[in-house]
């Protein structure tokens, strides 16, 4: 019996990012953007995205690809205001990743639109590790979720580009520490930007959405 | 639980690599695994347990080695090394700046497997 030491060099995640340039490629193709929404359950994601859609959809044409563990209820929301929607069940699964991606991009109508939207399972773990094939990636934070987010999850915060700290309305009932936000958010990703906004007031909303317009031009 | 389909990669990976080398048993299976990821040992282990059982890997150990961070500094452009304790306090070498750029410290590989040939 011999017991022999074979040295590999194997990324674990080398199907998930085929899979994903397969999508990039076909985006491109398409001409299409795609903008992965990430974030904890119930930080805003549907809100943010609707109100999004309301202000730039007369400059973009939009689709939405949901991805939620079990439901339809956040699909419905986004039928309801006749933008081409795609839910995807994960089954229990924490994330979505670029196979899945694929499957929905075969249901859109991608000759006919300008920006996709992932609204990625809630979760500040599973997400960050599994590339979908994005051109652009951000995440929310709200204000009850606490500044100290980053700390606890460091991965999430440096795969993204822009934190949109939501539900800015009820900050006066919360200890939420923007200067520790920045502090501990910039030691690993400088570039981060972080905007405060509460799409129920409308307060912040102008100037994220005109940074997400740049992002999509 | 994100280690669930990561382990399943993994053992897809191992097995073909092992079936193409004729191997009759697997010991050991070594993984290089970067900083930022929040992946629980002892969870990956369990995984693979219960995946590899009635399979030539059945038995065998997943060893999991950390690979530092690389950081570059926002102020000098000094890249330097931070571990899963100074990844939330870096401080560039060279000019003390405390906000930076991660340039590594995501990786996900298979480094090495020990197998078993009759």
């Not at chain 2, 369990?46 to 997943?62: H, K, L, N, P, Q």
């Not at chain 2, 330097?80 to 870096?90: A, H, S, Y």
Request: proline share 4%.
């Amino acid at each position: 019996m011999d017991i022999e030491y074979i040295d590999l060099k194997e990324c674990i995640l080398a199907e998930n990012e085929g899979d994903a340039q397969e999508v990039r490629d076909l985006l491109k193709e398409k001409n299409v953007i795609l903008w992965n929404v990430m974030s904890s359950p119930g930080s805003g994601k549907t809100t943010f995205i609707t109100d999004v859609i309301k202000r730039l959809g007369s400059q973009f044409r939009f689709g939405v690809i949901e991805a939620d563990i079990e439901s339809t209820v956040d699909a419905e929301k986004m039928h309801a205001l006749g933008i081409p929607t795609v839910q995807l069940r994960t089954g229990g699964g924490c994330h979505l990743d670029a196979a899945m991606t694929m499957e929905a991009l075969a249901k859109m109508p991608l000759d006919d639109l300008d920006v996709l939207i992932i609204e990625n399972v809630g979760n500040l773990v599973c997400p960050a590790e599994f590339d979908v094939g994005a051109n652009i990636a951000t995440m929310l934070l709200s204000i009850p979720e606490g500044d100290d987010k980053c700390i606890k999850y460091p991965l999430m915060f440096t795969v993204t580009k822009a934190v949109f700290v939501t539900k800015m309305d009820v900050a006066p009932y919360f200890d939420f520490n923007f200067e520790a936000l920045e502090k501990n958010s910039h030691r690993l990703n400088n570039d981060l930007r972080i905007f405060p906004v509460s799409v129920k007031t409308g307060e912040g909303m102008d100037e994220a959405v005109e940074w997400l317009k740049q992002q999509f031009n | 639980m994100h280690e669930l389909p990561f382990t399943k990669g993994i053992f897809k990976s191992v097995m073909r690599k092992a079936e193409s080398v004729n191997a009759t048993g697997i010991n050991r299976v070594v993984l290089e695994i970067g900083v930022l990821h929040d992946f629980i040992p002892e969870f990956v282990q369990r995984y693979w347990d219960f995946i590899s059982r009635g399979t030539i890997a059945e038995g065998s150990r997943v060893e999991i080695r950390w690979k530092n961070a690389t950081v570059m500094c926002g102020q000098c452009n000094t890249q330097f090394e931070v571990d899963k304790e100074t990844m939330t306090d870096p401080k560039c070498p060279s000019c003390g700046y405390e906000f930076g750029t991660m340039l590594s410290g995501n990786e996900l590989r298979i480094i090495g497997i020990e197998i078993v040939k009759e």
